[in-house]
């Protein structure tokens, strides 16, 4: 498996809280993306990340926000978080060069529940 | 639009019977296309990628996929599914840039 860690695994929120999810690579990706996964919509992309400090909206965007410091970090932020977002969070990477060229691989998930 | 049709939401089917799920996509440049199984409570893992060359492909637990470019599809097959099949699969288009389009996913149930 590619070295991709979501944290954290599970979370419950309130309404109206902000919330973080963190996606950390091992594999020195260049892209690196965050889906939602609803029953009935399969993946959704909410953003994705090109390089360190690039980033842009994906088809879900609003309500989300994104920052990539380093290339093994892309946090997913809900500013305040509401019950629509209730969901599972995939983080995934892909590479331009090499043997993994343009293969997406996954993280194991954050099931976040908001109430 | 750019879409990924998976016509089958659901399947069910006994221990060795043959399965095909179909993937239909809508783009008319070139493109990459993939499949990917999520097992229950797990992450999607790549079952097989079409690059270019050879258009049927083989991937991982015995599954292959035919790619047949004037028809725009990419279907999923196995000869003979076991128990251990029972998984969702996602069909998936990289029509070359970031952007991957995933279809809405077919749960497959395989009774033993």
């Known amino acids: 498996d590619a070295g991709i860690t979501q944290s954290p695994r599970h979370k419950v929120t309130e309404t109206g809280t902000p919330v973080t999810l963190r996606c950390h690579q091992t594999e020195n990706h260049r892209y690196m993306y965050w889906y939602r996964q609803d029953p009935g919509h399969g993946l959704r992309l909410i953003h994705y990340s090109y390089g360190v400090k690039d980033t842009d909206k994906g088809e879900v965007s609003d309500g989300y926000s994104v920052s990539r410091s380093k290339t093994e970090d892309f946090l997913l932020t809900l500013e305040s978080a509401t019950s629509s977002q209730t969901s599972v969070y995939f983080c995934?990477?892909?590479?331009?060069?090499?043997?993994?060229?343009?293969?997406?691989?996954f993280g194991a998930g954050t099931r976040l529940s908001v109430l | 639009a750019q879409s990924v049709s998976q016509h089958n939401h659901h399947v069910i089917l006994s221990e060795a019977a043959s399965l095909e799920l179909g993937c239909n996509y809508s783009?008319?440049?070139?493109?990459?296309l993939f499949w990917y199984v999520q097992y229950p409570g797990q992450h999607l893992q790549l079952l097989l990628k079409?690059?270019?060359?050879?258009?049927l492909v083989k991937g991982i637990k015995g599954f292959e996929a035919e790619f047949i470019k004037s028809k725009f599809s990419f279907n999923l097959r196995k000869p003979s599914v076991q128990w251990s099949d029972t998984a969702e699969y996602f069909c998936?288009?990289?029509?070359?840039?970031?952007?991957?389009?995933f279809g809405t996913g077919t749960r497959l149930k395989v009774l033993a």
């Open positions: 995934a990477i892909s590479a331009t060069t090499g043997v993994a060229k343009n293969i997406q691989y």
């Open positions: 079409y690059f270019s060359g050879d258009p």
């Open positions: 783009y008319g440049g070139t493109v990459n």
């Open positions: 998936a288009v990289n029509p070359g840039t970031y952007k991957y389009i």
